[in-house]
C-alpha cells in the first residue's frame, strides 16, 4: 500500500487587524517573487544570518510587491474596478444626467443604459472580441432584447408568469456587464459615467437574490457580472461570484451532458454547454491566477463540448 499523496502548497498569506485574511497560492507567482527579493536582499548582506542560524525565511515578511498588492488588494481601493477602464472612482454629482433609457427592474449602482449609438458600437466590440471567448448569451436573443430596451413599439418575448421582476433584473444585470466588459481595454472611452458600474459591492448585491436561482438567465446573470470582474482586475470578487455560481450549475445539473435528457430543448441544450464551459474556463483561469483549488473537478463532468456530441438523446421510454 503507498503512502498517501502529500500536498505540498507554501504560497502567501497576510493577516490583518481585524481577524481577516487573504491567501494566495504558490502559482500566482508572489511566493517565488518574494523568495527573489529576499535572494537579492541577503546577498547583499552576507551578515543578515548568522554562521548559527537557519536560513530560512518567511517570505510574506518582505514586505508587499505589486502582483501581491493587486491580487490582494482590491477592496482598500475598490472604486478601481469601478470600470474595466481604470477610470478615476464614481462619485455622486449634482450634474444632470442625461435622459434615456431605462431598465423596468435594474437594481441600484449598475448604471442606465447608454444612448442606442454607444450601445450599438459596445454591442459590436463585445459580440467580435469577447462573444467568441464566452458565447455564454444567445446572441439574436440578447439583441433582440436590447432593440426592444430602445425600442418600446418592438414585441419583446414576454418574462416569466411567476417571477417578472427578476428576469428583468437579470436583463438589466447582464446588459450592463456586456456593456462594460465591451468598454475593456478601448482607448477611447464610450461608456458615459452614469453607464458605469458604480463598485464590485453595488454589483454583488444585486446577485444576492439570484444565488439560489437555477434557472439559465440567472445563471448568465451571474457568469457576466464574474466575467466584469475579471475584466476590471477584481479577482477576488470574481471568485466569490464564481463560488456562487459554480454551485448554481451543479444544483442545475449543466455538469450533465444536457443531451441524456430529452426534457431539455435543442435550444437549451446548446445554451446550457456553452454557459458551463464559460464558467470553466474562468475557473481554471482564476484558480491558476490566485493559486486556489479548482471548483469544477473534470471527474464530475460529462459535458460534451459546444458543436460536438458524445451522448446519444434517451428514447422517451428511457426518460421515464
Known sequence: MGSPMQIVEVGTLRTRDNDESNFLGSSTGVYFVNTVRHAFKASKDPGAHGSDSPALHDPEQEGPNPLEDFLLDEDADDDRSASPSRLAPFHTSTTCIPRGPSYDAAPPGIGRAPDPQISKKLLVLYFK????????????????????????????????ANEPDRHRCCQAIIAQCIFNVAQAGMVKDYLPRHSRIESSQSLIFSLSS????????SLQALFAAQLYFVCAGSFRSASAVGGMLNKSLFHAGLHRCPNRYSQVSEHDRDLRKRIFWSAYILDRYLSQGLGIPLGFQDSDIDVCMPGRENHKPPSLSNAK
Open 129 to 160: 472580441l469577447w462573444h467568441p471567448l464566452f458565447p455564454f448569451v444567445h446572441g439574436p436573443s440578447f439583441v433582440r432584447e436590447i432593440e426592444c430596451l430602445y425600442d418600446p413599439s418592438k414585441p419583446a418575448p414576454p418574462p416569466p
Open 210 to 217: 439570484l444565488a439560489t436561482k437555477q434557472d439559465l438567465h
